[in-house]
Structures are given as C-alpha cells and as structure tokens.
C-alpha cells in the first residue's frame, strides 16, 4: 500500500488531501478500478466534500464541535472521547472509481483528512485494486 | 464505470435506486466481486435502510432535518451548508457484495439516494470489481 | 463470501468482532487487496474505534442513544426508528487494507458491530477482494 503523511497543528482541523491521493494514483497509469482511501486513527476521520468555497470546511467543523461537544461527562480517562465519537460519525476511509490511472471525483469534490485530536503527525494509508 | 441518472423535485428528498443499482450489475452476470457506489455531488448522500415501511425514510428524513437545520449562523456564502454537511454524515459512498452477477443484500436492505438540496438532476456512478 | 455469527443480548450494545474478521482472511493467506465488511441488518451497523479502553465504546454508545432518543414522534410503527437511524449514521459497511493475507488496521483500531435494535442473531458478511 501506498502511504501519505499528514501534519495538523490544531485540535480540530479539516486538511484537504486531495492532491497527495491524486499523486499517489500516478503509478496506476491507464489502469481502472477502485481506490481505497483508509485512516488509521481512532480520533481522526476523512470525508468528501467541496472544496470551492473554505466556509463549508469551517461550518462542517463547527457543526461537528457543537453536536459533540468535550463533554465532561464521558468516562474516556483521555478526555477525548468526543475525538472518538466523531471519528465514528464521519468514518475511516473513503472509497473511489479511478478510470485510466484517474481519480473520478465530482466538479466540487475534494478529499478531507479531519484531525479531532491534534495536534499531531497523522497517516493516510491507500489501496488501488485494479478490476481488470 | 456505470452511470445512473436521478431526478429529485424536492429540496431534501430520499429516492430509492436499489433496483437501478441491480439494472447496471446485469452485465456481469456470473462474476463475483464488490461494487462501489458512488455519489459525485457534494450536498446528497447515499445510505442504505429498510425499503418495506416508508416510514423509516420519513424519520429519517425528518430526523436529519432537525439535527442540522437551514441555520443562518452558517458562512457559506450559497446558504445550503446544512445540505453539505448531511452529506458528510451520510457519505458519498457504499460498498456492496457481488456474488455471481447478484448484489447481496439483507432481506430489508434497499439503496437510498439522499437529496439534500434539491430539486436537481444527479449522476450516481457505479463501478464492478471482480474478486478473480 | 464468508459469514460471521453475533449474538446480542441487549437493545444497544457495541460488539468486537476483530478476532472473527481477521480470521475469516486466514484462507487468503499472502494475498493483497481490499477486505468488504457488511452489515445486511438495516437496525444494526459497523464501525471503527479504538479497541484498548472500554469507555469508548460506552461514551459512544451513549451518545448515539441521547442524539437518537426512542422518540414518540417518530411513525414507523414497529417503534425502532431510533435504530434504523443510528444504522445509517454510522453505515453498514467498512472497507480494508489487506497486506499478504493481513488486515491492517492502526494501532489502536478494532472493528466494532453495533446493535440498536437487541437482543437478536445477527450476521456479518465478508468479500476479499484481491489486488492482483
């Protein structure tokens, strides 16, 4: 597998990835399948959304604070429990078409590495599986 | 990869595809594998409930509506960062099990496009990767 | 595919199932690819987490149960609306990395069946995809 380094310098933050999946396809030229896009942190998560307009990232994280909020009530003794569960919501990984060495993604669409316990060194592992 | 055209005439609006869905798979009769569904817009979702009681869209329906209402304290410009958001929650993407030119579901399982900011034309893109 | 028995003995309960995916992959031994795990009820669901305290997964589950109240509200008569909605949230799927018959998972990662429609027999279904 393939595997891209991510750096957050903030507790919550939302990192657009897109490029560095792109990049990490360039071996696969000319072939077609499917691209698994995998987190391996328990208070992180990755999701797909637009990458135009930087207030749809900061109104996704805000909402996001607010509906999990560090809440003194959980039990977690690392006081991150509200990382975890947010993790969970969004998901670990992200699957998508690649046709012709390509990533196929929507007019609007990037890849978000979402950091809910930084700040910290994180890792982005991928998987191509070819269908032919 | 396959395409799939949706129409929704409403702004938030759960359609059923699962039959579409089963209608482009026809092609790889006999083959077994997995099947990547995928939604390339950034304000719909895909999910995957009960198909027998509408009202389990309903809920559903209603249920994420008031989870992440129209609320004016959001920035993005285009006013539908709830729409974003619900997409995020939902995800972009589900994968399935193909067995021998059939799509393996349980008994209650249908595939759900989630419109969130409707009414639009949408694409829902499919792609078949076989196991061997 | 392969298949994976669960038994809950509660309405909500979260269950690690790690031990029974990987070796459900022993068969595959050396090969590479992408691992499918599903889900097929439509009031249960998979997720992600970390797997070394016990308290995540109690802070998760009570957070889903007050996000997703036994709301009267709601109308699908058979009163689990709450379950099918929290099925959707967290998804009935999740993808793997497989490396020479191993799944790779993060340190501190285990793959979790949630049940929020208990107590019932379930099923977890399983598709490795290989990579070439």
Redesign the interface.
């Known amino acids: ?1 393939e595997k891209i380094e991510v750096k957050t310098s903030q507790r919550s933050q939302i990192l657009d990835i897109t490029s560095q999946v792109q990049a990490c396809l360039s071996q696969q030229t000319k072939k ?3 691209l ?1 896009v ?5 208070t992180a998560g990755l ?4 990458n135009a ?1 930087p ?2 990232k ?3 994280g ?2 996001l604070g607010r ?2 909020p560090r809440d003194p009530a ?5 006081g991150n ?1 509200d990382s ?2 947010k ?13 012709r060495g390509g990533l ?6 990037g890849i978000y590495f979402m950091e809910f316990d930084g700040p910290r060194q994180r890792e982005v ?1 991928l ?6």
Chains 1, 2, 3 share one sequence.
């Not at 999701?47 to 637009?50: A, G, K, Q, S």
């Not at 998987?127 to 032919?132: G, L, S, Y």
């Open positions: 597998m077609s399948g499917m698994l995998f987190c391996p942190h328990t999701t797909v959304n637009e307009d207030s749809v900061s109104d996704m805000g909402f509906l999990v959980f039990t977690h003794a690392e429990a975890h569960i993790g969970s919501l969004l998901g670990c990984s992200q699957t998508f078409i690649v046709e196929q993604l929507g007019t609007w669409q592992w998987q191509f599986v070819p269908k032919d």
